[in-house]
């Protein structure tokens, strides 16, 4: 189990700090009322965690810790469904009932979408 521990705990501490300089290098690129960069990590992180998923379940040389290092660590500290909330209470209490549906819908649907590209990539790795 501490091994275990171990092994997410520094998946999430390189994912937070991938997430962290993704969503840097979009503020300074983009200025919207859209939370942009969430979007964009939140789509990828759903992309890479099904070609890890997907990856793992076509690769039987992909050991437990290496798909729990990836999965539960890298792309769950990557990713950030706290923030996507926080982000859509943010554009309700502003009035921005449009961006806020529009966030939630492509986020939710891109998303799904990017999980099942994820998994077709791995099938084809």
Do not use: Q
Not at 2 to 8: C, G, Q, W
Not at 12 to 25: A, I, N, P, Q, Y
Not at 58 to 77: D, E, I, Q, R, Y
Not at 82 to 98: A, M, P, V
Request: with cysteine.
């Amino acid at each position: 189990m501490y091994r275990d521990f171990f092994i997410v705990g520094v998946g999430g501490f390189l994912g937070g700090g991938l997430r962290f300089l993704v969503s840097k290098v979009v503020e300074a690129n983009f200025n919207l009322i859209f939370p942009l960069g969430t979007f964009i990590i939140n789509v990828l992180g759903c992309l890479f965690i099904g070609f890890f998923s997907g990856l793992s379940l076509k690769a039987p040389g992909v050991s437990p810790s290496v798909k729990l290092f990836l999965t539960t660590g890298l792309c769950g500290g990557f990713t950030t469904f706290s923030t996507f909330i926080n982000e859509s209470g943010s554009l309700l209490r502003g009035g921005n009932y449009l961006y806020m549906a529009a966030y939630m819908s492509a986020s939710l649907f891109l998303g799904l979408l990017a999980l099942a590209l994820g998994y077709l990539l791995a099938r084809l790795f």
